[in-house]
């Protein structure tokens, strides 16, 4: 039977074991309880801190969340003989997303290792993807959610290195996907849409596009990284206990998610009205320029080290509503799913079902409006893009007043 111990911010948080019926159990350590105190929820929203055994779905749902999915996925199974995310975890869980770490003994998890990459290294393993082929004496040993191909490395000041033994990775690389169903300019677009809005001041990871040796590709700073320390977070699916098959909300499942959001992590933030707004901008965001990928793994929260929570900064969004025919919201606005049909009438319906004033929600749907029309005016646009950042500008005056 595996037995893993499952560390946060290098603090014993439990024990993870998976049982004969392929399911995950979770004990979690007199340490935490007395530390955080029953009740509380410094892992995951979904997974309330108690001196129960915790088995079932909202835990093995937790767990998915934080592996690959997809081809990578596959590959990872295939290589380790893994059949449930304990398994993988096992192999690949001291590097995961957040703050989460996992071991196979109960030795606090150390700094780890970073061997130095040459430029040839780095360029293969960008090429090579959505394979992941790294050099012979490079373990595999970290791990992050999504179906996009990528890599987990960390910026040095002499290169690129490849983190071993729970070493902290410090970007994201994304190259442009080689495969049929993918929008075209996807990664040049999701660069130009993260400048945007960090120039509208809205929290935002920072991007860059770099070419490995022909190949280009979004490099991505991680913002669960920053400072050299590791930020907890977790994805929608996560703190609502949704397997990530199930990503995209549709009406007929009679679910409310932002709202379920909503009232969730409010109370637990810092500042509940703030969520709410932050929420709100996240969201009025990505509808006004068109992201048709803002699904429930394409939102995160933050968690800090006294269980209070906060809207993760924006990453993976891009304007793929005029890349191709993706116009799912990927979460009802107001029981609307279909970009083309939301507006801003939408938007302050679904805040006002958060429990936000109409006028309220009315000024936090202007500001993103109009900072966005500014920000695209003061943000520079490749030439290959200038068609698609016309048809944006266009579709976010749509919004203002």
Same mark, same amino acid.
């Given at each position: 039977?595996?037995?893993?111990?499952?560390?946060?911010?290098?603090?014993?948080?439990?024990?993870?074991?998976?049982?004969?019926?392929?399911?995950?159990?979770?004990? @979690?350590?007199?340490?935490?309880?007395?530390?955080?105190?029953?009740?509380?929820?410094?892992?995951?929203?979904?997974?309330?801190?108690? %001196?129960?055994?915790?088995?079932? %779905?909202?835990?093995?749902? &937790?767990?998915?969340?934080?592996?690959? +999915?997809?081809?990578?996925?596959?590959?990872? $199974?295939?290589?380790?003989?893994?059949?449930?995310?304990?398994? #993988?975890?096992?192999?690949?869980?001291?590097?995961?997303?957040?703050?989460?770490? &996992?071991?196979?003994?109960?030795?606090?998890?150390?700094?780890?290792?970073?061997?130095?990459?040459?430029?040839? +290294?780095?360029?293969?393993?960008?090429?090579?993807?959505?394979?992941?082929?790294?050099?012979?004496?490079?373990?595999?040993?970290?791990?992050?959610?999504?179906?996009?191909?990528?890599?987990?490395?960390?910026?040095?000041?002499?290169?690129?290195?490849?983190?071993? $033994?729970?070493?902290?990775?410090?970007?994201?690389?994304?190259?442009?996907?080689?495969?049929?169903? /993918?929008?075209?300019?996807?990664?040049?677009?999701?660069?130009?849409?993260?400048?945007?809005?960090?120039?509208?001041?809205?929290?935002?990871?920072?991007?860059?596009?770099?070419?490995?040796?022909?190949?280009?590709?979004?490099?991505?700073?991680?913002? $669960?990284?920053?400072?050299? +320390?590791?930020?907890?977070?977790?994805? @929608?699916?996560?703190?609502?206990?949704?397997?990530?098959?199930?990503?995209?909300? %549709?009406?007929?499942?009679?679910?409310?998610?932002?709202?379920?959001?909503?009232? #969730?992590?409010?109370?637990?933030?810092?500042?509940?009205?703030? @969520?709410?707004?932050?929420?709100?901008?996240?969201?009025? &965001?990505?509808?006004?320029?068109?992201?048709?990928?803002?699904?429930?793994?394409?939102? /995160?929260?933050?968690?800090? %080290?006294?269980? #209070?929570?906060?809207?993760?900064?924006?990453?993976?969004?891009?304007?793929?509503? &005029?890349?191709?025919? @993706?116009?799912?919201?990927?979460?009802?606005?107001?029981g609307q799913v279909d970009l083309r049909y939301i507006t801003r009438q939408h938007l302050i319906d679904e805040a006002v079902s958060w429990g936000m004033k109409p006028a309220e929600a009315d000024t936090v749907v202007e500001g993103v409006a109009q900072r966005v029309l500014d920000s695209i005016e003061a943000t520079s646009v490749p030439t290959e893009l200038a068609t698609i950042v016309e048809k944006v500008r266009h579709r976010v005056g749509g919004f203002g007043s």
């Amino acid at each position: 039977m595996t037995r893993l111990q499952l560390w946060l911010r290098g603090e014993h948080l439990g024990e993870v074991e998976q049982l004969r019926s392929g399911r995950a159990r979770l004990r @979690f350590s007199g340490d935490a309880l007395r530390r955080w105190g029953g009740g509380s929820r410094p892992l995951s929203l979904s997974l309330p801190l108690t %001196s129960q055994r915790v088995e079932g %779905s909202r835990l093995d749902t &937790f767990l998915d969340g934080l592996l690959p +999915e997809g081809a990578l996925r596959a590959q990872l $199974d295939r290589r380790y003989g893994a059949r449930t995310p304990v398994d #993988l975890l096992r192999h690949i869980g001291r590097e995961c997303a957040g703050a989460v770490q &996992f071991t196979v003994d109960d030795t606090v998890p150390g700094a780890g290792r970073l061997r130095p990459l040459s430029e040839d +290294e780095t360029a293969s393993l960008v090429r090579d993807l959505p394979t992941l082929t790294p050099p012979d004496d490079l373990p595999l040993g970290a791990s992050l959610g999504g179906v996009q191909a990528k890599l987990l490395l960390a910026r040095t000041a002499s290169g690129w290195a490849w983190p071993t $033994d729970g070493a902290m990775s410090t970007h994201i690389i994304k190259p442009q996907p080689n495969d049929l169903t /993918s929008p075209p300019l996807l990664i040049t677009a999701e660069d130009w849409a993260m400048r945007v809005a960090a120039a509208a001041d809205l929290p935002v990871a920072r991007t860059e596009l770099v070419d490995f040796d022909g190949r280009q590709a979004i490099v991505v700073e991680r913002y $669960d990284r920053a400072g050299g +320390e590791r930020t907890h977070q977790e994805d @929608f699916t996560q703190a609502l206990s949704v397997p990530s098959v199930s990503k995209y909300e %549709s009406t007929l499942s009679g679910t409310a998610r932002l709202k379920s959001i909503a009232q #969730l992590a409010a109370p637990q933030s810092h500042y509940p009205s703030r @969520f709410a707004a932050g929420l709100l901008e996240a969201v009025a &965001f990505n509808t006004m320029i068109g992201n048709g990928d803002a699904h429930s793994k394409n939102y /995160s929260l933050t968690i800090d %080290s006294a269980a #209070l929570v906060d809207m993760a900064p924006l990453y993976d969004t891009a304007p793929v509503m &005029f890349l191709g025919r @993706f116009t799912h919201a990927g979460h009802a606005v107001a029981g609307q799913v279909d970009l083309r049909y939301i507006t801003r009438q939408h938007l302050i319906d679904e805040a006002v079902s958060w429990g936000m004033k109409p006028a309220e929600a009315d000024t936090v749907v202007e500001g993103v409006a109009q900072r966005v029309l500014d920000s695209i005016e003061a943000t520079s646009v490749p030439t290959e893009l200038a068609t698609i950042v016309e048809k944006v500008r266009h579709r976010v005056g749509g919004f203002g007043s």
